[in-house]
């Protein structure tokens, strides 16, 4: 299938099931929202002048708030492609239907997550300690951050192969499925890629807070009902 087709089909599905898509993106824009708040309450943060750093204490406290948004997004990711699975094999009756379900696959999805995105991760901080130092070692950090983007290009449909396929795999089985399956498919992986994870990124650094959700408001949109 090319990806064209793919958008074709998509926006069939999307045209079809209206009110449940407006409600899914809704609301995954309100928890981007609430994500952005709190992102810019940890900020602006009070330091006391002749501080040495933040208290462990108070560095806990501001971020927790972000990690329960980010784990509530995993959670609603779930549920939304849980849900259109429902929709599709046509036992759907409502959209909290399937809320169990993604709270049990919620551990794998994190972890699926962790997969993607940490060896990029951990190129960017690589990249960044070595520029402060002021060394030449950033080029050596550049085959592990190629490494992290082409991981991240080839598992960017993890968590959909996991809470789609039938009957549903192990963690690691899913890991390995989907690695093969992308394989030769370099047409519609990448524009996917692009779409979902690069033109959020690009619309954020142009228009800041309001890119960001209006990127945010396509990339949700590509990312599950693509």
């Known amino acids: 299938m090319k990806f064209l087709d793919l958008l074709q089909d998509s926006w069939n599905f999307m045209r079809n099931q209206l009110n449940f898509t407006l409600f899914g993106i809704g609301l995954l824009v309100l928890l981007q929202v609430g994500a952005l708040f709190l992102l810019q309450n940890m900020v602006s943060l009070p330091v006391a002048p002749n501080a040495q750093g933040m208290d462990a204490e108070v560095a806990a406290s501001a971020l927790s708030p972000s990690l329960l948004v980010a784990l509530i997004n995993v959670f609603v990711n779930a549920v939304l492609i849980l849900n259109i699975k429902s929709i599709n ?115 954020s650094g142009l228009f800041g807070g309001l890119g960001m959700i209006v990127s945010f408001i396509i990339g949700a949109a590509f990312y599950f009902f693509v």
């Not at 190629?146 to 959909?160: E, M, N, P, W």
């Not at 549903?168 to 390995?176: F, L, N, Q, V």
Request: proline share 6%; hydrophobic share 55%.
């Open 89 to 203: 094999n046509g036992d759907y009756r409502n959209f909290f239907q399937n809320m169990v379900p993604a709270f049990k696959a919620l551990p794998a999805m994190l972890l699926f997550m962790l997969c993607m995105f940490f060896p990029l991760s951990f190129a960017f901080v690589g990249i960044m300690a070595s520029g402060a130092n002021g060394g030449m070692s950033s080029l050596i950090m550049l085959p592990l951050l190629i490494t992290g983007i082409f991981v991240l290009i080839k598992l960017s449909i993890i968590s959909y192969v996991y809470l789609v396929e039938e009957p549903r795999k192990g963690i690691m089985e899913t890991i390995k499925y989907t690695w093969t399956m992308s394989r030769g498919k370099a047409s519609m992986v990448i524009p996917y890629f692009a779409v979902c994870y690069i033109v959020p990124f690009i619309f």
